[in-house]
């Protein structure tokens, strides 16, 4: 039954970025995946399960439970390699104020826009920096990452939505930088910092994309078919039933983000 769709993030602007046809059994639609029982799937789903339960280890230490204590709880050997590398972050001894999972929103269009942040952590010198934790099996390049909606949608959210968080006066580009920090590949994080024209075009761009979905009358399937070679979807689309098995590191990461929970299928959030 189709959904009254009221928000935005992320992931869903990269579905439609996609695949319009994906963003609409996903999100109008609000059809779930269909289950996929591959041994591959079921390996995804533990390592995506760890990932998650990696974010609350994190998140712990952050709000100042002892390392001691949230150790224990890494038991598995993913989640011990990525604790004590986490320990190892020098980046966080440099923040003075520590904002962790924390969600930001504003409007855009009809809908709200919203992100949740891993970490917003802010130094001394009034630089304000993103961290965003990723448990990919592969580092994937700073171009793609650079392209992805997340990397855009989280600096211009912050710059949109944060003045509460700066006495009263919003970021301005220039103090931010995004860091996709990389469990298992904890000395070559990604960083993005950002510009004021760099700003300027992600929310022009953003405004642009709320208005197609708000007016599309239709939602077609991707010219790309490398993007249905790991898309749960495929059988709704007749685009084959097995995934596809030879995944470059960045279709592979694409398909481990597919899976990630988002706003929208948790359903409601209180602000
Ligand atoms: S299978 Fe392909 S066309 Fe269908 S929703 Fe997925 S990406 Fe889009």
Known sequence: MPVELTTLSQSSLQDYNDCPRRFELRYIQGLSYPALETESALENEKHQQEGEYFHRLAQQQLIGIPAEQIGKLANTPNLQRWWVNFLDLRGLKALRRFHPEITLSAPLGKFRLLAKYDLIGLADDGKVFVYDWKTYRKRPKNEWLHA????????????????????????????????????????????????????KRDWDALTRLCEEITTASDFPLTDDRGKCSYCPYRSYCDRGHRAG????????????????????QIGEIAF
């Open 245 to 264: 098995e030879a995944f470059d590191a960045e279709l592979e990461t694409e398909a481990q983000e597919l899976f990630d929970i988002n706003f929208e």
């Open 148 to 199: 992805r909606w997340q990397t855009r949608v989280y600096r211009a959210l912050l710059v949109r939505a944060s003045a509460h968080l700066n006495d009263g006066k919003p970021f301005s580009p220039e103090q931010i930088e995004m860091i996709y920090w990389f469990a298992d590949f904890p000395s070559d994080p990604a960083r993005f910092p950002y510009q004021a024209d760099q700003y």
